[in-house]
């Protein structure tokens, strides 16, 4: 696959990014993308492995490793490298029906994986797929592709993030009609509203969205299933049900004076202001504003980057990110081998642009809250904090341990609260009594993707808890076929 000494002869080259202290100025996207030689180049490096780890999709020490779609990605490098474009489209979308999207927001379990990547640098997998997908956008080759037949059954699906997208998504290729429940005003779920527009611009959704819509998927908005339709009323009037809301309640911190007025979950924080630029481009003043303000992140991962690009762009007075774990390693340690997902340090985006504005990693390791201090009018004015260390108890259990004379107390208007999820919300599985796992999440097999309720199923967050995109996709593409198979006794979807 590629050429066959491509990953002697060429070095590893990603994309270029518009200057940090540029780009904070505006809400779009920021990548440069590469000229085609080079991107054949580097499609070039995968090389002919014989087992290629980069699409088992399977998971490993509780992380993936390789692609959960199970991504052609030997193939559709092997035509990039060849000029075949259009070939290499048609074998992407043969796994992935949302490329556009993983392409941008996937961490890339698929390059951690990488055969190439087990003694050098991986191939840059995640670019070439983005790249593909979007010149079969700007050629015209991506266009809608109704069914030719309709099998008279009729599918609900409640939430329209990427797990409700691809389960409408391929039951609409099966014949099936499909109605898509969303309660926000738009369609997309996490993809529109969960994911900043400098990361995902919402126009690469609307078009997606516009694109399935041509095909025949109703996708209804401004409607919450459990209130405004109730749940039996909804599996009354369809064939099956698929569930996709989500795990949508948000991990909170509860310390002395969280209720004072400027802490925010994160997901209020960054849905609010997507919202606000779509409606508005800000105009409307309909969002949380760190303009200004001394804004405490307390919370790693995605969320917590998206946090900080986000606060910078509004023009905050400083921005500090609070972690409890410790600064991850430069490179694999003997406990994280290869292929599983390279537990490294990770200096994304928002951390590079405040470090352009401020001259250093907003981050700070191994730091716990203990309260949140305000100016006596119901206003936050300081975060404290200490310092701990991690240390194995007599039960063999790590706990966090504070050392002393370490407390701090760090000015702040604004607290951005990224903790993650703690599971879905119950009022729809209450209403259809849906059984729930140990976690809270709806109960049905990895693959069958069945609730106890017959015609009823679950995909996505929902159903696994907080995940990935890639997942969720996956998981929606996997509860189609269940719910085909379900209705007409056998399917042919992947």
């Not at 079969?136 to 997208?165: N, Y």
């Not at 630029?277 to 405490?296: N, Q």
């Not at 500090?320 to 990770?346: C, F, G, H, T």
């Not at 700070?364 to 309260?371: F, H, N």
Request: glycine share 12%; aromatic share 6%; with cysteine.
């Amino acid at each position: 696959m590629g050429k066959t000494t491509g990953f002697l002869e060429y070095a590893r080259r990603t994309p270029g990014e518009c200057e940090a202290l540029e780009r904070i100025g505006g809400w779009n996207e920021f990548t440069v993308p590469l000229e085609e030689e080079k991107l054949r180049e580097q499609a070039a490096r995968c090389m002919d492995c014989g087992t290629p780890f980069c699409h088992v999709g399977r998971l490993l020490s509780g992380m993936a490793s390789g692609c959960p779609l199970h991504n052609l990605i030997p193939e559709w490098n092997d035509m990039v490298y060849r000029g075949n474009w259009k070939v290499a489209l048609g074998r992407l979308h043969k796994t992935n029906n949302f490329p556009e999207f993983t392409g941008r927001v996937c961490p890339a379990p698929c390059e951690g994986a990488c055969t190439v990547g087990k003694h050098g640098s991986p191939v840059t997998i995640k670019n070439i797929e983005k790249s593909i997908v979007d010149r079969g956008f700007e050629e015209g080759w991506i266009v809608p592709e109704p069914p030719l037949l309709r099998t008279g059954k009729t599918v609900a699906v409640v939430g329209s993030g990427p797990a409700g997208m691809a389960c409408a998504a391929q039951l609409n290729k099966a014949g099936h009609t499909v109605t898509v429940y969303e309660r926000a005003d738009r369609i997309g779920g996490l993809l529109t509203y969960g994911i900043p527009n400098m990361k995902l611009e919402k126009s690469k959704v609307q078009r997606r969205v516009d694109l399935l819509a041509a095909e025949g998927v109703e996708f209804v908005t401004g409607v919450e299933i459990g209130r405004d339709v109730s749940a039996e009323e909804l599996r009354s009037r369809h064939d099956a049900v698929v569930l996709c809301t989500g795990s949508t309640k948000a991990r909170d911190l509860p310390v002395p004076g969280r209720d004072l007025e400027g802490i925010h979950q994160a997901m209020e924080f960054l849905t609010l202001n997507t919202k606000s630029l779509l409606d508005s481009g800000l105009e409307d003043g309909s969002y949380l504003s760190a303009a200004g303000k001394d804004v405490v992140v307390i919370g790693g991962g995605d969320t917590g980057t998206d946090c900080v690009a986000t606060a910078l762009r509004h023009g905050c007075k400083s921005v500090v990110q609070l972690e409890i774990m410790p600064q991850a390693p430069l490179s694999r340690q003997a406990d994280n081998p290869w292929p599983e997902y390279p537990k490294v340090l990770k200096v994304d985006y928002g951390q590079q642009e405040a470090a352009a504005v401020y001259g250093e990693d907003p981050r700070r390791y191994l730091v716990s809250t203990k309260r949140f201090g305000g100016d006596g009018r119901g206003h936050l004015t300081e975060v404290h904090t200490v310092r701990i260390e991690w240390k194995r108890s007599e039960d063999g259990r790590m706990m966090a341990v504070e050392i002393p004379g370490s407390e701090e107390a760090l000015p702040a208007q604004m607290v951005l609260l990224a903790l993650g999820f703690t599971g879905p919300e119950e009022q729809v599985m209450d209403q259809l009594g849906v059984e729930r796992d140990e976690r809270g999440n709806a109960k049905a097999e990895f693959g069958l993707q069945a609730t106890n309720v017959d015609g009823v199923f679950a995909a996505g967050d929902m159903r696994r808890g907080q995940s990935l995109v890639v997942w969720a996709i996956s998981e929606g593409r996997q509860a189609a076929r269940e719910v085909d198979r379900y209705l007409m006794g056998t399917s042919e979807l992947p």
